[in-house]
Structure formats: structure tokens, C-alpha cells
């Protein structure tokens, strides 16, 4: 059934763009409507719309939503070019790399390279390229903080698509962008008016749960409580709807719990932050987990719970290096800080504060150095050192004085942008664009007349071909792209899918093997060379592997492997067969060195449903941690052999 309504919708869209003009609006709602019942579907639509579309902006949009597709469900989605490529190919393919530069935190390079594809539509007068690409930059700005210049591209997209009869990027995303900055920026009552402006223009199956939370954080930074739960509640209603992506649903809920937490209802905020919680260890989304663990201590800082909130914070701290990230690791030490100012030992919250201050310095965030003097300047208060207290509060002056001066220059560099750079598109844009929607049209009207002449011939084939396409797109979707394995979404889903063992002489075995030492192939080698270890080892696993067995690559270097109904005696042998094969075979690097590498595995047997995988991994994990523990290059059994504890017991919350 499933296979026939995907193939009757997408012979429905197809005689629907080759029998008229193609109608975007129906083309959208099918889109999001598919995006709620049907991902293969929806994933689908946009791999044909891609291919069918000519070499222009809307063919870009469309690869950036294919990307987009891919990286919320932690996928990755690089750009391939052909053998010999197109100035267009290379446009799609920078455009790809930026924003793989921007999703990896690499935020500068993908600034450059958006600014080069901008100089780039300068050249060639692609006024609609060169909106989509002022899109992609306001995003970037916005996440950067640089919210004046963000503001800039923001009204220059909205400009442009006001001014095309059809627009390609959807009007209502580039509203919300501009008015997520004007929020940043203070000027609360016009973000609410464009907020509100988009929801009044909604069509029915627009999702608007993301206005209602910025709604609602908005009027929480405005004081308005009442109204701002009203709006977030609301947002939670609808991300409760079936289909909704479960990382949107720990979000909003996460929003709930520092609504409460802001507003000392302090029961209702550990709600919503555990159940945040419980959906992000559920997809494995690190950043995520971290910043829960952040805010988990900070109310139990509230509550007292002194004893647990150094735990939620340690913990974050631990991921948060593991990240690398600079700024997380600023908070967590200030939230420490507060928590031992608190618990009134000032010498540990003095040290944090500083720990604090040395990060910002190193890394040039004065806002946060800021932060972390007045947080000092109140601790010294507290001790009667009046005079360093006096001292930090000066200093937290001082950056807060030239925190302004930037704020203003920022201002006066993004009106001196604006000024000099929409003069430049006035003169030009409504000439250009006019040329490009009339070649836009033709380019329709060409390809509508070339697919009518197609149709006839084409039609007896093209339910053969679509179920080809429709299979070979859900393969590509299950599998990683780099290693050709099942990614992680697929194998678990294999994994808790799994029947009973059907013998009870037999047993289902559950691999979890990492590789050892891989941050040093990377470093002494290249990533490139990195990716061909990962092939390598993907490849020689799956030659190890029967009928029913599968593998899937779960993380950077951690790949899971299930083995159905294996003899009792042989479990042992299978698992050792894999390390042994792992280790005695060799790859060449990027540079043509030979190279070898090792990998620690934990594996647990059993005859039961693996439906409560979850459990089970967490078994295996620790087991795994075992391994490494053991000197790596090894096997633990997650059942029999004996396993340690847990490293950093403290820093563990019992109820994380």
C-alpha cells in the first residue's frame, strides 16, 4: 500500500507539471504534507524537482533543502561534480561546501566562500542566484551573532522576492528570518508584527509551531510571562503532532523548562527539561544533551541540590571538551562559579569565574569575559574584598563601554553595506530581474513544450522506471554515504525490527566495535585519508557478514553489527574473526603509505526480541569502555566479563 500511494503521488506530480505550468503552491503543500507522513516521499520530490529544473537559482534552493533534509537527521550531504564540470556545477558544489563548513562550526570559511559565490553573481548579473546566496548569509550572520549585517541580507531577500511574481524561496521563511533579527536587535514590536504577520497569511498546512516559540521566547525577554507560556504551550501543541521530527519536539520542550526555570516554577521546568532530555539521548544528539545538562544544573542550583548540579555540570563540562566547544565550556564554568557562590565556597567559585575569563580572553568573546567579571565583582563583594571587587567591576564596565562602540560600528558598517550595495541593486535589480523571470519563463515554456512531446513516449516506461527510483532512493537514504553501511536511523530501527531467535540452541549477537586511536589517522594523515580507513574497514566487515546480518555505522568511528542466529560455540570466533581482520589487513593512505589500523569490540548474546535496545546498548557501551580500558585491540564480552566502573562516577547524574 505504501508503495502504491508513493507512486500514485509522484505519477500525479508528474502529469501535473508536464500537462500546465508548473504550480509551486501545490507542489509545497504536497511537499509538506509528504514531510509528515512519508520522508522516503518527501526526499523523493526533492531529487526530482532537482533534476528536472534547469540550471538556475531555484535548482540551488533545491540542493540547499536536500541538504537541509539530510543534516537534521544527522546525515551527511556533500555535492559530487561531474567529470567535467559546469561553471554551474562548481556554484552547487561551493555552495554545498559552505554549508558543510557552517553545520561542522567552521563558520569563517563558510563565510568566504559565501562571499565569493556572491562576487561571483555580481559578475554574471544572476540577481537570483545572488539572493538565494544573501539568504544563506543571513542565516550564517544570525548564527554568528553579527545580527546588523545578518539584517542587511535579510531585507535585501525579502526585498527581491517581494519583487518576483513567483518567488522560489517561500516568502513567509524570509519574513521569519528578519524578524528573528529585529528580535535580536530590540526592536521587539516589530519582530512580533512580522511574526504575527506571518501567521495571518498561513495556508493550512503551513507549520507554525516555530513562530509560536520564537513568539514566546520573544515576550519572555519582554517580561510578558503570561503570554509567552500561552505561545510556547502552543508551539508543544502542535510539535506533538504525529510525524513532527523529535529533535523540534526536545527543543520547544526545552524552551517550556527555561520558561519555568526563568519563572521559579521549578517542578514544571525539570519536566520539560528531562523530557527534553530523554528525546536527545534517544537520537544521540551531543550538543544537545550538553546544553540540557547546562540547564539541569542550574536548577538544581535554585532548588539546592547542590551535590546534583555539580554533577549535570561536570558532565557537561566533559562534553563539552570532547566538542571542543569554547563557548559551552564558558558557561558551564560560569554556572559553576554561580553554584559554589551559592553554596558560599568562594575560592572554587573565584577559580571558575577566572577559568572563565582566560577561555573569553584566548578566544576573543568579550561578551562572555564580561559576564564572567561581573559574576567576580559580586563574588568579591560577598568576601568584603571590596577593593578587587571594585577592580572587576571596572573592568566589566569597560567591556560592556566597548561592547557599544561595536554594537554602533557594526550598525554604521551594515547602514555604509546597505547604502552602498542596494544603491548598486536599485539601479539594477528590477532591469535584471525582469530579464531573468522572462528567461525564467521561457526556460518553462521550453521545457514544458519539450516534456508534452516526451510525454507520450515516455509514459509506458515510467512506472517501471519510478518503482526503480523509488527503491534505489530509500536504499540511498538507509545507507551512509560515506561507508555504504545502514546509517544509524536504519540499523537501530533493523535491530529493534528483529524477531526472536528461532532456535534456542542459537542466539542473536549485538557488536559494538570502534576503532582505535583514529583521531591520530586523521591528524597524521588527512580526513581524506580518514574516510578511506572508515571504507576500508565498512568493507572488510561486511565480507565477514552472512545473509541476515547487517552493520551500520553509528558515529564518527563506532559501527554496530548484528549477527542472527549463531551457534552458541561459534559466537566467540565470529567477533574475534572480525578484530583479527581488522588488524592484519592494510589500506593506502591519500599519499600511497600503507597503513593498518586496530579496534576494540564489546558483543552481548541472547535469544530475546532486541525491541528494548536501548538498554542493551547502554550495556554494550560500557563493555566498550571496557575494551579501551583493557588497552584496546580486544574483546569484552558485555555479559560474562567482569566490567569496571563507570570513569567519573561524580560526575554522573543518577537521574541523567
Not at 522560489?168 to 530590540?186: E, K
Not at 597524521?524 to 566487515?541: E, F, N, R
Request: hydrophobic share 35%; glycine share 2%.
Amino acid at each position: 500500500m505504501r508503495k502504491s500511494n508513493l507512486l500514485a503521488s509522484i505519477i500525479t506530480a508528474f502529469v501535473t507539471f508536464t500537462a500546465s505550468a508548473f504550480d509551486r503552491e501545490s507542489w509545497n503543500e504536497l511537499y509538506a504534507n509528504q514531510l509528515k507522513s512519508n520522508e522516503h516521499a518527501a526526499l523523493m520530490m526533492l531529487q526530482e524537482r532537482h533534476i528536472i529544473l534547469p540550471d538556475n537559482a531555484e535548482k540551488l534552493y533545491i540542493s540547499t533543502q536536500i541538504f537541509r533534509f539530510y543534516s537534521i537527521r544527522k546525515q551527511p550531504y556533500y555535492s559530487q561534480l561531474p567529470d567535467v564540470p559546469t561553471s554551474f556545477d562548481k556554484f552547487q558544489h561551493t555552495l554545498i561546501e559552505a554549508l558543510n563548513d557552517e553545520a561542522s562550526g567552521n563558520n569563517q570559511a563558510s563565510y568566504a566562500k559565501l562571499k565569493n559565490l556572491i562576487n561571483q553573481t555580481k559578475v554574471t548579473h544572476d540577481y537570483q542566484s545572488r539572493t538565494l546566496i544573501e539568504y544563506q548569509l543571513c542565516l550564517l550572520l544570525s548564527r554568528m551573532g553579527e545580527h546588523h549585517s545578518a539584517k542587511f541580507y535579510c531585507a535585501s531577500v525579502v526585498s527581491h522576492l517581494e519583487q518576483m511574481e513567483d518567488p522560489f524561496i517561500p516568502l513567509r521563511v524570509a519574513y521569519r528570518l528578519l524578524a528573528n533579527n529585529y528580535s535580536y536587535l530590540g526592536d521587539y514590536k516589530t519582530a512580533l508584527v512580522k511574526y504575527f504577520e506571518i501567521i495571518s497569511n498561513s495556508k493550512p498546512y503551513h507549520d507554525n509551531s516555530g513562530n509560536y516559540n520564537d513568539i514566546g521566547n520573544l515576550l519572555v525577554d519582554m517580561g510578558r510571562y503570561d503570554e509567552a507560556e500561552t505561545y510556547l504551550l502552543k508551539s508543544l501543541e502542535l510539535r506533538n503532532e504525529p510525524n513532527t521530527l523529535p529533535l523540534a519536539k526536545a527543543q520547544i520542550m526545552h524552551n517550556l523548562g527555561n520558561f519555568y526555570l526563568t519563572t521559579d516554577q521549578f517542578d514544571k521546568s525539570q519536566h520539560f527539561f528531562q523530557k527534553s532530555l530523554e528525546i536527545l539521548k534517544e537520537l544521540d544528539h551531543q550538543y544537545g544533551i550538553a546544553l540540557s545538562y547546562i540547564s539541569l544544573g542550574k536548577l538544581n542550583t535554585k532548588l539546592g541540590h547542590h551535590d546534583l548540579s555539580n554533577a549535570y555540570l561536570h558532565q557537561a563540562m566533559d562534553m563539552a571538551a570532547e566538542q571542543n566547544n569554547r563557548e559551552m565550556k564558558i558557561k558551564i564554568a560560569l554556572s559553576l562559579s554561580e553554584e559554589y557562590l551559592a553554596r558560599k565556597v568562594y575560592n572554587v567559585a573565584i577559580e571558575y569565574a577566572e577559568t572563565a575569563v582566560r577561555i573569553a580572553q584566548n578566544d576573543e568573546l568579550p561578551l562572555f569575559e564580561a559576564s564572567a567579571h561581573s559574576l567576580l565583582s559580586q563574588i568579591h563583594e560577598q568576601t568584603s574584598d571590596f577593593e578587587k571587587a571594585l577592580e572587576h567591576y571596572k573592568q566589566f564596565h569597560t567591556l560592556e563601554i566597548n561592547k557599544r562602540d561595536i554594537e554602533n560600528q557594526n550598525a554604521f558598517e551594515a547602514l555604509d553595506l546597505s547604502k552602498s550595495k542596494l544603491e548598486e541593486e536599485l539601479q539594477n535589480s528590477k532591469l535584471v530581474l525582469k530579464n531573468t523571470e522572462q528567461k525564467h519563463q521561457l526556460d518553462n515554456l521550453t521545457q514544458r513544450d519539450m516534456m508534452n512531446r516526451m510525454f507520450m513516449v515516455v509514459l509506458f516506461f515510467i512506472i517501471g522506471g519510478i518503482l526503480y527510483a523509488n527503491k534505489k532512493t530509500r536504499q540511498t537514504a538507509e545507507k551512509d554515504s560515506l561507508t555504504q553501511t545502514f546509517n544509524r536511523l536504519t540499523i537501530l530501527d533493523k535491530i529493534r525490527r528483529h524477531p526472536q531467535s528461532s532456535s534456542g540452541s542459537h542466539k542473536h549477537v549485538l557488536v559494538l566495535f570502534d576503532l582505535d586511536n583514529f583521531k591520530d589517522i586523521n591528524d597524521s594523515y588527512g580526513h581524506p585519508t580518514g574516510d578511506i580507513a572508515l571504507k576500508h574497514v565498512a568493507k572488510t566487515i561486511k565480507e565477514q557478514l552472512e545473509e541476515k546480518d547487517c552493520v551500520g555505522r553509528i558515529g564518527g568511528e563506532e559501527f554496530l553489527v548484528l549477527l542472527s542466529d549463531v551457534p552458541e560455540e561459534q559466537i566467540w570466533h565470529r567477533v574475534e574473526k572480525m578484530r583479527e581482520t581488522i588488524e592484519i589487513s592494510h589500506f593506502m593512505s591519500e599519499d600511497h603509505q600503507s597503513l593498518n589500523l586496530t579496534a576494540s569490540f564489546s558483543y552481548l548474546a541472547t535469544s530475546e526480541k532486541l525491541s528494548d535496545f536501548d538498554i542493551l546498548y547502554s550495556i554494550l557501551d560500557q563493555a566498550l569502555y571496557q575494551a579501551k580500558t583493557n588497552g584496546r585491540n580486544c574483546i569484552v564480552d558485555a555479559y560474562t566479563d567482569p566490567i569496571d566502573n563507570v570513569p567519573h562516577p561524580a560526575s554522573k547524574p543518577m537521574t541523567a
